[in-house]
């Protein structure tokens, strides 16, 4: 899916319509079942028993992502619409992308995941601030914004503030139950330097052995990414997870000199992936933030590689402007003359 995307002749353009059709389905949809089809957009919670509205979803945490995924492309377009006062029935589009957002919003809110909803106010605030105070090209004020968000956790936990975030957040400090989960799954890992082997942690005697430790609701993941890569493919993999965000975000940044609009979009999909997975599973296939981070990864790839594509700027030597004609001074022009010449 995502190679369809970026291999098509306008991959930017690809990216906006694949966030804004699948949003303008899912969004209206997950609303429509949630409030009129109840026996198909809301189930129970299996913790406290509290209804809860799933969508098109199966969970409330999987309609949360999706919606804080598809949220922040509407944010990036109509981000995008109000730079460029250009853009054809552009009061069209920003009244269609706007309409968008609402609906997002509305079912990030019905969702009530607390870290989708803290993942899209990080990626919407990073692209409001490259938008509003980046006037040309400049990833080092990304990456100073991205390194005061990293320090604003780093403080909170080490002075112990975690948990009046957490309470902030209508959440308890055990994390919902995933502490428990984490300290279990760890020591059950076969090897630590090779994990149980690919997708194979939560098979046979292990996955019994969870489901008789937490029989409320069953676990089949760890709800957090790191640990779920340790858990199949240990520290090899959880080091080769490092080497992708960090490639990731090297790329993304990159793509700043070319277009910052795209850029910006990158940047925020990789770090929200990075930030989703502390408390989610978001490093699996079919995850909706890991086909987002794949997408980041294969689009900042390829505008990397038409950048390097380009062609150098032409100088035009002295000798020659000083005798073209006031109304021939571009690179066309030049090479027109010189094969004339020859």
Known sequence: ????????????????????RTGFILMPISVLLSRYFPNLGRTYDPFTGALMNVGVATSKNLLGVTSFVLSLGAVWRVLALLRDSRQPNRGRHLFAQGTLLAFGVWVLIMADSATSVVCFALGAGLLLATSLFVRKSRPVFVHALVFGALLAGALVMFLGGEADVIHALGRQTNLTGRLAIWESVIRMVPNPLLGAGFESFWLGSRLLQMWRAFPVFNPNEAHNGYIEVYLNLGWIGVALMALILINAYRRATAVFY??????????????????????????????????????????????????????????????????????????SSVLSMLREEN
């Open 1 to 20: 899916m995502v190679l369809v995307v970026v291999t098509d002749n306008e991959p930017r353009a690809a990216v906006a319509k694949l966030l804004s």
């Open 258 to 331: 070319r277009d910052p609009a795209l850029g910006a979009l990158m940047v925020a999909y990789v770090i929200t992936a990075a930030f989703y997975s502390i408390t989610e599973a978001g490093f699996r296939m079919l995850d909706s933030i890991w086909i987002l981070l794949l997408l980041a990864i294969a689009a900042t790839g390829e505008a990397a590689r038409d950048a390097a594509e380009q062609p150098e700027p032409f100088d035009l030597p002295a000798e020659a402007a000083a005798v073209l004609p006031a109304d021939e001074s571009s690179e």
